[in-house]
């Protein structure tokens, strides 16, 4: 087994790591300076595709936190870097926010009702039963059926929200087709921000707050896996799962010790 020493690049979970409902956690600010006044390749990860990174990152300096904006890699990102390096410059027909509209955009693709390449679904408060069925139709029609991330449900203030999993499952229903998910637990959003930080995964760690997402493609994508107490998982959770992490820390803060 690795040892800790070894690592020389950061992938991170945000939520439930760094933040908890827009406050950030202790040692999150100090890790987040310490890596980047040592130009140490990181990257902070989120499922979120609503968001563009210069969005994320005015919300999370808001809260206390700097993370500059190309240090963040949203599962928007990672979808329309897979998109483009499956078919450059392609189209698509995207559900979805800015965060997934520009992601596209910057990969050189177009976005069009007429015979995309992609359907993709993303993280969106303000679908329509139109959009829902012109999707539909393009997918019947032969247009690939991506979606950022698997997650039905996310957080808010007030209870949960229906989230893009949701959103493509309504999809599938109709279709009969399933979508090809790039977000967590899918590694392939790890090996897309390894290569965005010219990182390798022998010399890469992943610390995250959840065994069924962070750790299990962490430990797919060759990492070396942290998990840390401060979000979702407890011990009596870490038991039920066939794989563990390397390390289970009480957050991030006991990063700063070594
Ligand atoms: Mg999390």
Redo the contacts with the bound molecule.
Sequence with gaps: MRDRSEITSWLT?M???LVHENTPLPGAADLIRRWTETDTPFLVLTNNSIFTPRDLAARLRASGLNVPEDRIWTSALATADFCASQIPGGSAFVIGESGMTNALHEVGFILTETAPDYVVVGETRNYSFEAITRAIRLINAGSRFIATNPDATGPSADGVLPATGAVSALISKATGKEPYVVGKPNPMMFRSAMNRIGAHSESTAMI???MDT?IVAGIEAGLHTILVLT?IADQTEIERYPFRPDEILTGVHELLDS
Excluded: C, S
Aim: proline fraction near 0%.
């Design positions: 979970d939520d439930g790591v995250g707050d959840r962070d979000g």
